[in-house]
């Protein structure tokens, strides 16, 4: 019976932090930290101040995603500290309090790690849409997303799906949520949390949609999977 509770009482509070409060966003995978060799963008044969093996690795990098590394690499092991996307994103990720779900970061450059996804098989990436979170909305399926660690290891994520719902009442934390891709998808919010995080060992990236002037009017979810889309990983 306890455990029972616990588990109503921690969905309420994912709910409530997640979903219903206006322009916040959110996304267990392997955190194998692998590294990519084979990256998107323009590379050079200047060495980055990561040391070790690393440093080989990262000339298929460009300059510009090595300075990222360098720059959020704090010597934390298995803890993620940036995030990065080719000619979108490059942004620090900021860790939630202890037993504080709803926290997001208000630094415009900010994006925090939803930290009780990883009970549900995920990594979730929360922004406000006024904020870090407005730049989800340039990300596209097929799109490389990077995790940056602590140690400045990599592990490379593709972008597979786009999800977009209105919230049909948004100032409450029990609205149900229409899928806006036309297929007439009705969905509690239990529902929708289960589908959106219960896609084990993916990359979340969510942020609310603004729409007639509601900023919580609606849920853009950003669904990437490790490696790239073919399954390969790394």
């Not at 060495?47 to 720059?71: L, P, V």
């Not at 977009?164 to 899928?179: D, R």
Request: charge should be negative; proline fraction near 3%.
């Amino acid at each position: 019976m306890f455990k029972l509770l616990s588990r109503v009482i921690s969905i309420v509070l994912l709910s409530t932090a997640v979903f219903f409060v206006g322009g916040e966003v959110a996304a267990k995978s392997s955190l194998d930290n692998t590294l990519d060799l084979t990256d998107q963008g323009p590379s050079d044969n200047r060495q980055t101040s990561i040391k070790g093996a690393r440093d080989i690795a990262f000339g298929k990098f460009s300059q510009e995603f090595r300075d990222f590394i360098s720059n959020v690499a704090t010597g934390q092991d298995g803890v993620i500290t940036g995030i990065f996307a080719y000619d979108v994103l490059a942004m620090d990720v900021a860790q939630q309090p202890a037993a504080s779900p709803g926290y997001i970061s208000t630094n415009e450059d900010v994006v925090t790690e939803f930290g009780m996804a990883r009970d549900y098989g995920t990594i979730g990436m929360l922004a406000h849409n006024y904020l870090a979170g407005e730049t989800f909305f340039d990300l596209e399926t097929g799109q490389a997303v990077y995790l940056v660690f602590g140690d400045g290891s990599i592990q490379k994520y593709t972008i597979v799906d786009i999800l977009s719902y209105q919230a049909l009442q948004p100032n409450s934390p029990y609205s149900n949520f229409l899928n806006l891709d036309n297929s007439g998808e009705y969905l509690t919010a239990s529902d929708l949390f289960y589908k959106v995080y219960g896609l084990e060992d993916s990359l979340i990236l969510q942020t609310c949609i603004e729409n007639q002037g509601v900023e919580s009017w609606g849920r853009l979810f950003v669904v990437a999977v490790p490696g790239d889309a073919t399954g390969e990983s790394g």
